[in-house]
């Protein structure tokens, strides 16, 4: 099992996915957040994900075909969509597991 931990940023709300896939490929997604517009893109990823097929439809893809579905009216620099692309992607096995970072901080000119 996979497990990721998104936090989103300047709203404070917190992911958790869990995914699983006993053949490599497939995987089946579980995933809790803090979001209500997550908790429901989660209703729409219920059922197993070709990790193989995601990978190569990109956007085009039921991860992101569901975001585009369910996210209406979310913040368009969310990451936790990336996330949960990301983890499908290891949990079938066509990534390995590391950490991914996104900073951002105000810096002083000159």
Same mark, same amino acid.
């Given at each position: 099992? /996979?497990? @990721? @931990?998104?936090? !989103?940023?300047?709203? %404070?709300?917190? @992911?958790?996915v869990?995914?699983?896939?006993?053949?490599?490929?497939?995987?089946?997604?579980?995933?809790?957040?803090? =979001?209500?517009? /997550?908790?429901?893109?989660?209703? %729409?990823?219920? !059922?197993?994900?070709?990790?193989?097929?995601?990978?190569g439809? %990109?956007?085009?893809?039921?991860?992101?075909?569901? +975001?585009? !579905?369910?996210?209406?009216?979310?913040?368009?620099? =969310? +990451?936790? &969509?990336?996330? /949960?692309?990301?983890? +499908?992607?290891?949990?079938?096995?066509? !990534?390995? &597991?590391? &950490?991914?970072?996104?900073?951002?901080?105000? +810096?002083?000119? %000159?």
């Amino acid at each position: 099992m /996979i497990k @990721t @931990t998104i936090n !989103a940023g300047v709203c %404070g709300f917190k @992911t958790t996915v869990l995914a699983r896939s006993d053949d490599m490929q497939n995987v089946t997604l579980s995933i809790e957040s803090d =979001c209500e517009k /997550i908790q429901g893109l989660a209703e %729409g990823l219920s !059922a197993p994900i070709d990790a193989y097929q995601e990978i190569g439809a %990109g956007f085009n893809g039921e991860v992101y075909q569901a +975001v585009l !579905a369910r996210l209406k009216g979310c913040c368009a620099g =969310c +990451v936790v &969509p990336c996330g /949960i692309f990301k983890t +499908v992607q290891v949990a079938g096995a066509v !990534a390995l &597991p590391a &950490p991914v970072a996104i900073e951002i901080e105000r +810096v002083e000119e %000159g």
